[in-house]
């Protein structure tokens, strides 16, 4: 699975959009990206996944470049239970296809 | 409905020590995978079943880690004489199992392992 690359930490004031950046510049043409976030004492929580389109659910936007080497993730209304560690992944069908690669993500801090 | 549970929540084990931990699946999900994650880290892949089937234990740190799913729907992933390295949270996921490069895993609340 291709590598992702996240900025350490970003921070957000309650009520601003997030927008949070992921490179993934090895992506193929059939891998996925995949976006989940971990509240602190928490498990992982799917929040969005996309191959070329951008995606849009009822907790975030996915908009991914049209050369797919990077993708940016938006919480159009952050609130201060945004506060995570959100992962970037490219997940593909190749080798071992089921599992996760995390890598050691963004923490979001959402401020007042 | 109901998420993926797991038991206990917490667990401390003094070293060499043997530990089981449970993990309770989506109901329906045939797919069922196990990660570790240390402090500070993002979860590691350990092993993935597909129902009762073993398909990939490729992340097993050791052959002190074993997992089984002997009816295809809960889970038990046991440490053998635990050692302080094996601390960490441990996070069972499930999914439906529909297709490998697309199905989304669901995430339980992990299992605390701490060694003394």
């Known amino acids: 699975d291709a590598k992702t690359t996240q900025p350490t930490s970003m921070d957000c004031a309650e009520g601003r959009a997030a927008n949070l950046p992921c490179n993934h510049s090895?992506?193929?043409?059939?891998?996925?990206v995949y976006w989940y976030r971990q509240i602190h004492s928490q498990g992982p929580q799917y929040i969005i996944h996309?191959?070329?389109n951008n995606e849009t659910n009822e907790m975030a936007s996915l908009i991914i470049t049209e050369d797919r080497k990077s993708s940016t993730l938006i919480l159009p209304h952050a609130t201060l239970r945004d506060t995570a560690v959100y992962y970037c992944?490219?997940?593909?069908?190749?080798?071992?296809?089921?599992?996760?690669?995390f890598g050691t993500g963004t923490r979001l801090q959402v401020t007042l | 409905g109901a998420g993926v549970s797991q038991s206990p929540r917490y667990k401390v084990a003094k070293r060499g020590q043997d530990v089981a931990l449970r993990c309770d699946p989506i109901?329906?999900?045939?797919?069922l995978f196990w990660y570790q994650q240390a402090l500070g880290q993002g979860p590691e892949f350990l092993t993935y079943?597909?129902?009762?089937?073993?398909?990939?234990k490729s992340g097993l740190p050791s052959d002190r880690f074993f997992a089984e799913r002997p009816e295809g729907s809960v889970s038990t992933l046991k440490i053998q004489r635990t050692q302080q390295e094996d601390s960490a949270v441990y996070l069972c996921?499930?999914?439906?199992?529909?297709?490998?490069?697309?199905?989304?895993?669901?995430f339980g609340p992990g299992t605390r392992l701490t060694v003394l």
């Open positions: 996921a499930s999914s439906l199992g529909q297709s490998l490069s697309t199905d989304t895993q669901y």
């Open positions: 079943f597909q129902n009762e089937a073993q398909l990939d």
């Open positions: 996309g191959l070329k």
């Open positions: 992944i490219v997940r593909g069908p190749t080798g071992t296809a089921s599992k996760l690669t």
């Open positions: 109901s329906g999900h045939v797919s």
């Open positions: 090895t992506i193929s043409g059939n891998e996925y």
